[in-house]
């Protein structure tokens, strides 16, 4: 009974210190449409919004009136609201193509960042992160709904613990209707559907979280070889980008098939994993199917969420930045795998324009 009195006491001072010191949170951009889970997370106490950077008026009024939130967190200089509310961390809601404009304001004032998928639209600018991030001593995180499913988790630990031998297949199918069909709002229709922001359309749009599940999956590893096909299925709708990517990425013993899209009939972000001695399918967030022996029929299971703080990539921040969560270097959000995701892109697109398959060294 003594060591569940002090185990329940270590607890709620932990969550009493997390109240009464939340991490001074600021927001660069609010034209990405994931925004808002910033603004409606009045349950949690991790983090404190003390600025907020926006250049486009139109947008700063809607979200003021939206949130009903104060005049004074608004700034239209990015350098100016950093110093001026010197926040510990950012989130950066903006173009992909932005994300290394706000690393390198936040680097050297060392200031942690998180950015949403992709880190960035070019590998030149994904080095430059990365390069920032380590002579500044920051974190650099980068923000995928998948990373949040416990699906994918249950998945990897078979895989490490042999049950699925060695991988040799693995499909990714993520997309969507599309951003005009879902109603997306008109800012981040002009991110999505321009190639210099977006650095693709559908092919980094949703291409990016097969490069990311499998660089992860096979602890780092780079494919050989990366071959891609898109299209525009919908040019009227999608005038300068793709709207459909088949990626492969062939790697010494197995290959990766990544289909993005934003023309399947309904929502999806599923994994198929399958090995020498059996495979493995994450469905949705919390959904398996599985065969781990040739005999056994193919058992359909749910399982529990992630654990807290991973259904909240803002909690994950917080606890980064607090230092209560260590993140391995190969994990989802961190550096090294989310750089090559960008080289595995520049790899696949120039391989679409290219029509020839792209060697990586």
Aim: glycine letters at 4%.
């Amino acid at each position: 009974m003594k060591y569940v009195l002090i185990i329940l006491f270590s607890a709620m001072v932990v969550i009493e210190a997390t109240a009464q010191n939340p991490v001074r949170l600021a927001i660069a951009g609010l034209s990405h449409g994931h925004v808002d889970w910033a603004f409606n997370r009045q349950s949690k106490n991790d983090t404190k919004i003390v600025g907020i950077y926006e250049p486009n008026p139109n947008l700063v009024s809607r979200y003021m009136t939206r949130y009903k939130l104060d005049k004074s967190l608004f700034f239209d200089d990015l350098t100016k609201m950093l110093d001026q509310t010197k926040p510990e961390a950012v989130s950066a809601f903006g173009a992909i193509s932005d994300h290394i404009v706000v690393v390198r304001a936040c680097a050297p004032r060392k200031i942690h960042v998180m950015v949403e998928k992709p880190l960035a639209t070019t590998l030149a600018d994904a080095k430059e992160i990365q390069s920032l991030a380590e002579k500044n001593n920051i974190k650099v995180l980068t923000n995928f709904e998948t990373s949040w499913y416990a699906s994918n988790q249950y998945v990897n630990d078979l895989y490490q613990a042999g049950k699925l031998g060695e991988i040799r297949k693995v499909m990714v199918n993520d997309g969507h209707q599309g951003p005009k069909e879902i109603g997306v709002s008109k800012e981040f229709f002009d991110i999505l559907t321009d190639p210099a922001k977006n650095g693709a359309g559908a092919l980094f749009d949703f291409g990016c979280y097969g490069a990311n599940l499998m660089t992860w999956l096979l602890k780092g590893e780079k494919p050989v070889s990366v071959t891609a096909v898109t299209h525009q299925n919908k040019p009227n709708a999608y005038e300068k980008v793709d709207d459909e990517a088949t990626i492969i990425l062939q790697y010494a013993k197995s290959q990766c098939i990544i289909q993005a899209s934003w023309n399947w009939t309904f929502s999806r972000k599923d994994m198929e994993v399958y090995g020498t001695m059996g495979y493995a399918v994450a469905v949705d967030p919390v959904t398996i199917r599985e065969r781990l022996q040739e005999k056994a029929p193919e058992e359909r299971k749910k399982i529990e969420p992630r654990p807290a703080p991973f259904t909240d990539p803002f909690s994950v921040l917080a606890d980064v930045v607090r230092g209560r969560l260590k993140l391995d270097k190969n994990d989802l959000y961190e550096l090294p795998v989310n750089v090559t995701v960008v080289e595995i892109l520049e790899a696949a697109k120039n391989s679409a324009q290219s029509g020839k398959t792209v060697l990586l060294k």
